[in-house]
């Protein structure tokens, strides 16, 4: 009886898990994570807003006319609302990464939602714009996150460089974008380094790197988009606006 139950318990966590995971990362199921368009890539930056380096990054992206994707934390939204406002005025698409870093494989249904929508009230109080797309931490779904897709669009990546750990530098990254990058790419970067298994001055290495990066992919023809435009929406139409 109790192997039974053993064997029970097992199966109801590998639904929960592995099943989303292998759904996700091997057929794509339910989630974005490259766009069609040809010359068009996406930069993406997780774990965010950060006091020391996401200004220095939005400096950059200024510099450069390039707008991007950022995937907050919504209790580092909370505590920098003056980061996310910038990043809403420069033109740039405010995504979620749940209210903490944490795995949704380590969290309830009920909690998983509770602190998206959370975060999600966070960011539109400061922007008045209501967050829909998502990036689960470590890009790990939970089977209940299916159940969110008619509120959110769930966002993953199709190319990344371990710019997380400041090992290899910025030439480990810069090589990994310029040698690797394709038509459609959507690229997983870091404007933190505060979250498990991170590096805290990785992102420096990350800004580093996109200082050549930013100014030669344009030479080679590519161009940028936000995760929005990649997915053939627009600000108005992909964003709920705030009512009243």
């Known amino acids: ?35 069609s368009q040809s010359s068009y890539i996406a930069l993406t930056f997780d774990d965010g807003p950060d006091r020391h380096y996401t200004p220095q990054l939005l400096d950059l992206l200024k510099k450069h006319q390039v707008k991007a994707t950022f995937f907050v934390v ?9 980061l996310i406002w910038r990043m809403h005025q420069e033109g740039h698409l ?47 779904l939970a089977v209940f ?35 690797h990058v394709k038509n459609g790419d959507v690229i997983l ?16 290495y990350t800004i580093e790197a996109l200082k050549d990066v930013l100014a030669e992919l344009p030479k080679r023809g590519f161009s940028y988009q936000r995760i929005d435009e990649m997915m053939n929406g627009t600000t108005e139409h992909m964003l709920h606006k705030k009512r009243g």
Do not use: Q
Not at 189 to 198: C, F, K, P, Q
């Open 1 to 35: 009886m109790l192997l039974l139950i053993l064997i029970f318990i097992l199966i109801l966590i590998l639904g929960y898990t592995v099943l989303p995971y292998l759904l996700t990362s091997l057929f794509g199921y339910g989630v974005f994570r490259k766009g």
């Open 74 to 82: 919504g209790k580092k939204a909370a505590n920098h609302p003056d």
């Open 94 to 140: 405010i995504g979620l990464h749940n209210y903490v870093h944490r795995s949704n494989w380590t969290m309830s249904p009920w909690r998983i939602k509770r602190d998206l929508d959370r975060s999600a009230d966070i960011v539109e109080k400061i922007t008045g714009c209501r967050p829909i797309y998502y990036r689960p931490p470590w890009g790990l």
């Open 145 to 179: 996150d299916f159940f969110l897709l008619k509120r959110y669009n769930i966002i993953l990546w199709s190319l990344m460089t371990g710019d997380w750990r400041s090992k290899g530098g910025s030439a480990k990254i810069k090589n990994g974008i310029l040698n």
């Open 189 to 204: 970067l870091h404007d933190s380094g505060e979250t498990w298994g991170a590096n805290l001055d990785a992102p420096s």
